[in-house]
Structure formats: C-alpha cells, structure tokens
C-alpha cells in the first residue's frame, strides 16, 4: 500500500528537521571580539587576489550558518618571552564544515586548500611568510549569553582543553562570509603558495618591524609568498666548537708535559 500524501509530508519533514535540527539558530551569525576590527568575509581575505588584509586592531571572528558551514578570522600577536623585543605577528584564516557530535562541542573541518596564514617575525626573517593553512578544531563547548554590560548578545567558546576563548559579540545575522564552496581547489594543499612578492606585504613586515624598534604596541599584519631564510648569526656556532675543541686539545697537550726538563 504506497504512503498517503500526507504521511509523506510529515516523512519529509522529519528527515529536514533530523539534517538541520543540529545547527542551533543561537550560533548563526558573525561573532567578533571585543575591538571589532576583526570580521569574517572579504574585509580579511581577498580569494581572488589571494590576499590578507590588515586590520586596525587584533583579534578574532567567528561565523556560523544554519547549515553547517563555518569561516574563522584570527590576527594576533605572538609574545617572546626569551626576547622581549622580538614578538611575532600573525594572521590566520579558513573557512569549511562544522558539526555538532551531540555532547556540547562543536567540531570544526575546514578546507584543507582555501586557508591561509600570515606569519611576520621581524627579529628572525627578513621578510614575512605567507603559507596555506589547515588546522581543524575541536571547541569542547559553548553559550550563549546576553552580556550584563553590553546587552548584546555574547558567544563564550572553550577551547579542547576546557580554557575560555576571549569573549564574542554577535556582529552581523545573517553572518558575512565568503562563499560556503572550495575557493582554491588544488591537489598540493600542504604547500606554500607559489605567489609573487606584493609590495603591501613588504610595507607590512616594515611596518612591524618599525614597531619592534620602537617599542610600541604590537599589532599583526601581512606578509609575502615566499619562505625566506634566516638572517645570519653574529657568531657562528660551528667556529665555537672548533675553537673550544683547539683550546681542549692545547690544554691536553700542556698536561702531558713533563713539569720538569
């Protein structure tokens, strides 16, 4: 006996809520930190001109649709607590799928092609790297608040090892994003991208590295497409060991000497 109509319809409607009942609507939109400079979409990334662009200030923005897809903007600052005066820059971004596996985390797959990450270490390299970026993320949990101070709505996240993420502010809904789909497909993901050098990523590592000079306050920024190599020592580990093993070998000598002729 072939189903009613109406049978059908509530088949169909159990089947739409079971695909789309696991992305909440209390996690749709753009969510950004507390210096709003930093969003989703093409005011960070620039797909066609394979290009990040640099914010004003640091910090980090997540998107999430009703459908599963996901985007993530970071731009931060890297301390270094050897050298003080040498802090790195960086700026990170991917899109791709999430999930929600039903214990309260949210797991993030993004597209292993499309990301990118902008590293500038001005104490170490003489220019910045620009490299493609995959790095999938598990958050162990998550809420929705109204924030007592703002009276917006807040997006607290958790980290996999339970540490809070900085707080975020719901900034657009529907969220600004790039489109959902594969950006940059190619076959050699894991590899640096092939571009050529652009005058703004050099202006960047100059900007940062004034910065370091100078002492201010450290931002991120931008970088190029090629790996560079290190600046050189000052000293060269190499003709340290050979001039201690020297010294080693003329005090053995010495030693073996008889003290008396």
């Known amino acids: 006996m072939l189903p009613s109509i109406h049978n059908l319809a509530l088949l169909s409607l159990s089947l739409y809520s079971s695909v789309y009942a696991q992305y909440p609507d209390e996690l749709v939109g753009t969510w950004v930190s507390k210096s709003r400079s930093v969003v989703t979409g093409p005011d ?8 990040l662009i640099e914010p004003k200030h640091a ?3 997540y998107s999430f649709t009703s459908d599963g897809f996901f985007e993530q903007s970071f731009y931060r600052s890297i301390s270094n607590p050897t050298t003080p005066n ?3 820059a960086m700026m990170q971004w991917q899109h791709g799928y999430y999930s929600l596996p039903g214990n309260g985390s949210i797991v ?10 902008l590293l500038s270490t001005p104490c170490t390299y003489d220019k910045a790297v620009y490299t493609r970026f995959d790095q999938p993320i598990l958050l162990k949990s998550y809420e929705r608040v109204t924030d007592a101070f703002h009276n917006v709505p807040r997006l607290n996240l958790f980290l996999f090892d339970g540490s809070p993420e900085q707080p975020l502010y719901l900034a657009y809904n529907p969220p600004q994003m790039l489109p959902t789909q594969t950006l940059n497909p190619t076959a050699a993901a894991s590899q640096p991208t092939s571009r050529v050098k652009r005058d703004e990523d050099r202006e960047f590592h100059e900007r940062w590295t ?3 000079v100078k002492g201010e306050n450290f931002d991120h920024g931008d970088s190029d497409g090629l790996l560079l ?6 000293w060269d580990p190499d003709r340290w060991w050979w001039a201690g093993f020297g010294f080693l070998a003329i005090g ?7 003290t008396k002729l």
């Open 44 to 51: 960070f990334y620039d797909p066609v001109a394979d290009k």
């Open 210 to 212: 004034k910065k370091i």
């Open 86 to 88: 040498c802090p790195s």
């Open 59 to 61: 910090g980090i923005a």
């Open 229 to 234: 190599k290190p600046r050189p020592m000052r």
């Open 108 to 117: 993030l797959e993004p597209i292993p092609s499309d990301g990118r990450q």
């Open 252 to 258: 053995t000598v010495m030693y073996m000497l008889p």
